[in-house]
């Protein structure tokens, strides 16, 4: 081949190469999108499925993993401003059914950025919606549908682990206790079936709802232990607990048997929750040494 023939070809490529780079950043390009996650559920869903680096702010109830904790925080799931919400110019908002208020969930969905509502519930089946729902709302089903196979093991086996076990103690899930009244968790509440999934009796299933506790009704009820929960703002021990009129003179403050854990592992009802039902049977049934449940990349981390 001559020098004027290899100029040429040269001079060829070089011209479709151009047009080629031309033709292709002239294609809109994909945008990764702009996360904001509302609900302690679909943040830690949002994570286990890899998504967490595109979550661009949380509300106050996501606190697990850690790097959630470490995002721009738009308020509390339950009492948000647009305003707060749009300020991180997402392309995507997920939250949790309930969130609002109300004024605020149509002022986002009129907004020209997509809102997709995640079911809420607090059984086997409701976590596993919402593994299905928040993977569909981000194009990661495959993603999803592993996720859900490992929680549904974890289910299996804690199902199998409660079973087992000899007895149910009575126990009340005291949500606070201000101005010397305790809240307690009733039936058709998150604490009531948390506690029937680590194999214990609701001993204020009589009550519907949260709602503050009669002292009568609660030492008449005789629960055998108390549930409260870490980091909700108030800090409930054995001491406080137990000086209550509704809970002194029950089974539960005289052998001072409480259980504290942290309240977004406690009630919401995310991929953690076998493990958290784990935890809480294991600490109210210490002779029945429950084994461990398998390790997981999205459980790895100590919770807040």
Same mark, same amino acid.
């Given at each position: 081949?001559? /020098?004027?023939?290899? !100029?040429?070809?040269?001079? !060829? $490529?070089?011209? +479709? ?11 809109? #390009?994909? /945008? ?5 996650? $509302? ?18 702010? /949380?509300? #106050?109830?996501?606190?697990?993993? @850690? ?24 392309? +995507? ?8 208020? =109300? ?13 997709? $509502?995640? =079911? ?27 996720? @859900? ?10 199902? *199998?682990?409660?079973?087992? &076990? ?33 194999? &214990?009796?609701?001993?204020? *299933? ?5 709602? =503050?506790?009669?002292?009568?009704? *609660? ?14 703002? #108030? ?22 048997? +409480? ?20 935890? &809480? ?18 459980? *790895?981390?100590?919770? #807040?």
């Amino acid at each position: 081949m001559n /020098v004027a023939r290899r !100029l040429l070809l040269a001079t !060829l $490529i070089a011209v +479709l190469t151009g047009l080629a780079l031309r033709a292709a950043a002239a294609q809109p #390009q994909p /945008v990764e999108p702009r996360i904001v996650s $509302i609900g302690g559920a679909v943040t830690e869903i949002l994570f286990a499925l890899g998504m967490g680096e595109r979550v661009v702010a /949380v509300d #106050q109830t996501s606190r697990y993993p @850690a790097a959630a904790r470490a995002l721009p925080d738009v308020g509390y799931a339950r009492a948000l401003s647009p305003e707060g919400v749009l300020s991180v110019a997402p392309t +995507l908002i997920l939250a949790m059914e309930g969130a609002g208020p =109300p004024s605020t969930m149509e002022v986002l969905k009129q907004a020209s950025v997509p809102v997709v $509502i995640i =079911p809420d519930g607090h059984d086997r089946d409701a976590v596993l919606r919402k593994i299905a729902a928040v993977a569909n709302a981000v194009g990661a089903q495959e993603k999803g549908r592993a996720l @859900a196979a490992e929680v549904s093991e974890d289910f299996a086996a804690l199902d *199998a682990m409660v079973k087992a &076990l000899p007895e149910r103690p009575r126990a009340v899930f005291v949500l606070s206790a201000s101005g010397g009244a305790a809240v307690v968790g009733g039936s058709d509440t998150s604490a009531d079936a948390i506690l029937k999934l680590a194999g &214990l009796t609701n001993a204020m *299933a009589r009550i519907k709802g949260f709602k =503050p506790a009669l002292d009568e009704a *609660a030492m008449s009820a005789e629960p055998e232990a108390v549930v409260v929960m870490r980091g909700g703002g #108030q800090a409930l021990d054995a001491a406080t607990v137990f000086a209550l009129p509704a809970f002194a003179g029950t089974p539960a403050a005289r052998d001072k048997r +409480l259980v504290s854990l942290p309240g977004s592992y406690l009630l919401g009802f995310g991929p953690r929750t076998p493990r958290a039902a784990r935890d &809480l049977a294991a600490a109210l049934h210490p002779g029945a040494k429950l084994p461990e449940l398998p390790s997981r990349p999205w459980s *790895a981390e100590p919770d #807040q």
